[in-house]
């Protein structure tokens, strides 16, 4: 019994490292000014499968969440939902809001940011301005060099397609299949 007790807890205090410390674009902006990070805002649909799977699998995957805690200040932000968002100098709310009652429109912020798929993440540098996006339901050995890159500020050093693949052979994955 003592073993099973012991066993659990280790899983749970396991499993909350691996959670990612979301937080609001206000609150991510805030905390920027205290202590400049990169910002990675998720773009999500509360509808999507796609965007749980990911929360799921590779959001909450041990080796993506602590590149996220260290390194990012993570923001979930609903494509379609009511936030208001005070960014750039822009107020951006979302006027076609029809709640849990209907289909709302694309948030303004969303539409700021060229977001056309849900999922999409975009990476912001420590002064807001963007340095990539990616698009779609990826897992987290997809996602991996990405963040690693951007943390690292490779991604500075990385101007051509061959460069890239140079980079992608020396990467070395934590994630196995």
Not at 26 to 37: H, N, T, W, Y
Not at 51 to 72: G, L, S, W
Not at 166 to 177: E, G, V
Request: with cysteine.
């Amino acid at each position: 019994m003592k073993k099973l007790l012991l066993l659990t807890l280790c899983l749970i205090q396991v499993s909350g490292f691996a959670q990612v410390r979301w937080m609001t674009m206000a609150q991510a902006l805030a905390a920027q000014k205290k202590e400049p990070r990169k910002i990675l805002i998720d773009f999500y649909g509360d509808g999507y499968a796609s965007c749980k799977e990911m929360d799921k699998a590779t959001f909450n995957h041990p080796e993506i969440a602590k590149i996220i805690n260290e390194h990012f200040y993570a923001v979930k932000f609903e494509s379609d939902g009511n936030e208001t968002v005070n960014f750039a100098g822009h107020t951006f709310t979302n006027p076609d809001y029809k709640g849990k009652k209907g289909k709302s429109g694309l948030h303004q912020f969303s539409k700021y940011m060229n977001i056309n798929i849900i999922p999409t993440m975009v990476f912001l540098d420590e002064k807001d301005e963007p340095i990539t996006s990616l698009s779609g339901a990826l897992k987290a050995k997809e996602v991996e060099p990405y963040f690693t890159m951007i943390a690292n500020n490779e991604y500075k050093t990385i101007k051509t397609r061959k460069s890239w693949e140079s980079y992608q052979k020396k990467f070395k994955s934590k994630i196995k299949d």
